[in-house]
């Protein structure tokens, strides 16, 4: 079992920046791939980035591909979203996400282990 909580959303101008973090848990946190989603009013639970286990490898989706970094530390257990030159669009709830995986996966249905989510809200 492992618990997730995030932290960091809040409400900003469109082109601040957020820095979300997740903090889990584990001891084994290393062991787990983790993810960031989104889900807006009315909307679907959509990919945002996920990070390997030993944060070598990441991958984003594009509509935050350049604006949007994915980072773990290990030994705090904890993974962060780094968001910069945010838009309207981006508003949503943002969740993370624990996966016992040596792969990366987009499909929010791979993910065992979810946060509670933290409100990200951009004004235009």
């Known amino acids: 079992q492992v618990q997730l909580v995030e932290s960091g959303g809040g409400l900003v101008q469109a082109g601040g920046s957020l820095r979300l973090s997740c903090a889990a848990s584990?001891?084994?946190?290393?062991?787990?791939?983790m993810g960031w989603f989104r889900q807006a009013p009315g909307k679907e639970r959509d990919f945002v980035a996920t990070?390997?286990?030993?944060?070598?490898?990441?991958y984003y989706a594009d509509s935050v591909k350049g604006r949007f970094t994915i980072a773990r530390d290990n030994a705090k257990n904890t993974v962060y979203l780094q968001m910069n030159s945010l838009k309207p669009e981006d508003t949503a709830i943002y969740y993370c996400?624990?996966?016992?995986?040596?792969?990366?996966?987009?499909?929010?249905?791979?993910?065992?282990?979810w946060g509670q989510g933290t409100q990200v809200t951009v004004s235009s």
């Open positions: 990070i390997s286990r030993g944060g070598a490898n990441s």
């Open positions: 996400a624990a996966l016992s995986s040596s792969t990366l996966y987009v499909d929010p249905q791979a993910y065992r282990y």
């Open positions: 584990k001891r084994t946190f290393s062991s787990y791939v």
